[in-house]
């Protein structure tokens, strides 16, 4: 069983960032081999408890890391992410192993062909060591088997569930996932690391299983700011248009930056915990010459009807067809879901596009009137709870009410670790950009994340052996799911 | 009949809205999706103001950053 000591910088190689590892890597001060071997070694160790992963491809990982070894394989020996193990959320096609979305209705199903962002990282050399359990289709009406990296009895976010495990955890040293109202930034928050969503259509979608056209981002999740920017890099494809997400290389100063802070963000719905800790991180940010300015943004209030509405109907049309001929294979939390959205009327439909148009007018006169930088909020306005205590129905709204406006608006955003609540539990601080300015977001937030290092906290939960009890969790839904073939 | 009668009603609409779109819902799911559309209607009740060809002034749905 692997150990921690809930410092990354005095670890094992899985603990290291995806930045930090490829400058070890070039040094020859670390073999491909040898980080994969650290990194499922981690995978091995945590797995009966954590169950990030739906599949992995370890013997075919570690083929290729001794490739990559011997100056073979793909990327070359400048590719920029030669030898990083990195996951993908089972909604990303792969070539090589099954993509099911966590649901029975494509049991078995192996499209033949990478999703793009997933090509990309591996014609750059990265090595895909598995795909990452997701809620079904990523409608996040059902309860996965995942668990959190700081808590093995907690729900650990979604829908990307294992993305913000793994890299939490080290079996992975990042991962792409889809987020469509938060499911990237959410686990991510909820599990102590970054997780990054471009602006809207930045990186393709191409290979990803929809569940809202309008909505879906391809994400990041890693451990730092720059890890995130790497790899958005890297699946961007080297376009060269903007966004171009790599942060600078020295943190920039935060002095006069305006950041805006919306009513929304900070009522009672949020934990007292997590406003603790947000109290603490605006205080930093102010610290670092940050201005903070109230800014007046109603329409957020109409953001749940919206979202729900539009990313409801367009899940309705994604799955018309599976709805009709494989009902029955479908989680029945997922079948009432997307039986729901397909009753939706046109003309709430249409509503919720003139508001989310209304929306997004409105938070962009807000950044020219007060000449904002970004928005900053709590990235979820509750910490990760015990599955025995969740009710989905009741929980959900709350639980991406913070994520869910930037997928309307298309503003870029990212989540980075602000620091522990008084029961040890991370809460993560987002940041909301201009669309197209990904560049200097991921600048303003890598200065809070390396001025306040909140991100080398790992997982004190790791520095304990596995009980027999940690491993016989599970949801009060897990019992009933999968139903026997 | 009795007092089910509204309930059945609801549901028999219910089953033909799906119909509508290809679905058969299982029965044991309309109770869930009366409340549904319940709770949706609700929810829709402030955008009701987006009506009536308000659009905020940006009709391309490109606002200016």
Redesign the interface.
């Known amino acids: 069983m692997a150990t921690r000591t809930g410092d990354v910088s005095s670890t094992e190689p899985a603990d290291l960032g995806l930045a930090a590892a490829r400058a070890l890597l070039d040094a020859r001060a670390l073999s491909c081999v040898e980080l994969l071997s650290s990194v499922v070694a981690r995978l091995e160790a945590t797995e009966p408890v954590h169950h990030a992963y739906a599949a992995t491809r370890l013997e075919a990982a570690f083929d290729e890391a001794r490739a990559l070894d011997r100056g073979h394989g793909p990327g070359g020996p400048d590719g920029a992410l030669r030898g990083i193990p990195f996951a993908a959320k089972d909604v990303f096609c792969t070539k090589d192993l099954p993509t099911e979305a966590g649901s029975r209705v494509l049991s078995g199903f192996r499209p033949g062909t990478d999703a793009v962002a997933v090509a990309r990282a591996r014609d750059a050399g990265g090595v895909l060591v598995g795909k990452l359990v997701t809620h079904e289709f990523a409608c996040g009406q059902d309860v996965p088997p995942t668990r959190s990296a700081w808590n093995p009895a907690h729900y650990p976010g979604g829908s990307t569930a294992g993305g913000g495990v793994a890299v939490a955890l080290g079996s992975a040293l990042a991962a792409f996932g889809s987020d469509s109202a938060g499911s990237v930034r959410k686990p991510a928050a909820l599990n102590g690391v970054a997780g990054y969503k471009p602006t809207f259509g930045a990186l393709s979608t191409a290979g990803v299983i929809p569940l809202s056209p309008s909505c879906d981002h391809v994400g990041i999740i890693a451990r730092t700011v720059d890890d995130c920017g790497l790899l958005a890099t890297v699946a961007a494809g080297g376009a060269g248009a903007e966004p171009r997400p790599r942060p600078a290389r020295e943190p920039v100063s935060l002095r006069g930056r305006r950041l805006g802070l919306a009513g929304y963000f900070t009522g009672a719905h949020v934990d007292p915990g997590v406003q603790q800790v947000f109290g603490r991180a605006l205080d930093d940010l102010r610290g670092l010459g940050a201005e903070i300015t109230e800014v007046p943004l109603g329409s957020l ?2 953001s ?3 979202g ?2 539009i990313i409801m109907a367009e899940a ?1 049309a994604v799955h ?1 067809g599976w ?2 001929t494989a ?1 029955t294979r479908y989680h ?1 939390g997922t ?2 879901f997307l ?2 959205a ?3 009327p046109g003309q ?1 439909v249409e ?2 596009r ?2 989310r ?2 929306l ?6 807000a ?2 009137a007060a000449n904002l930088d970004a928005l900053v909020m709590p990235t979820v306005p509750l910490t990760s709870m015990p599955v025995a205590d969740m009710d989905i129905g009741r929980d959900l709204a709350t639980y991406i009410r913070h994520t869910l406006p930037a997928n309307l608006t298309g503003q870029p955003a990212i989540t980075v670790p602000g620091g522990l609540t008084g029961t040890g539990l991370p809460v993560g601080v987002q940041f909301a950009g ?3 300015r990904d560049g200097a977001l991921l600048d303003l937030a890598r200065s809070y994340e390396t001025a306040t290092g909140w991100w080398r906290r790992s997982s004190p939960k790791m520095t304990e052996p596995v009980s027999e009890q940690d491993t016989q969790l599970s949801g009060k839904e897990l019992d009933q799911w999968p139903p026997a073939p | 009949m009795g007092r089910d009668a509204g309930v059945t009603e609801q549901h028999e609409r219910i089953r033909w809205l799906a119909g509508l779109a290809g679905l058969d819902p299982p029965p044991e799911d309309l109770d869930y999706l009366a409340a549904g559309l319940e709770d949706q209607a609700r929810m829709m009740q402030p955008l009701a103001r987006y009506g009536n060809g308000h659009d905020a002034g940006y009709p391309d749905g490109d606002p200016h950053w």
Do not use: K, N, W
Request: net charge positive; glycine share 2%.
């Open positions: 209030d109409d749940a009807a919206i729900f509405t309705a018309a709805l009709r009902l029945p079948r009432r039986e729901l397909s009753l939706i709430h509503l919720a003139a508001a148009r209304a997004t007018a409105e938070m962009a006169a950044f020219r201009v669309p197209g």
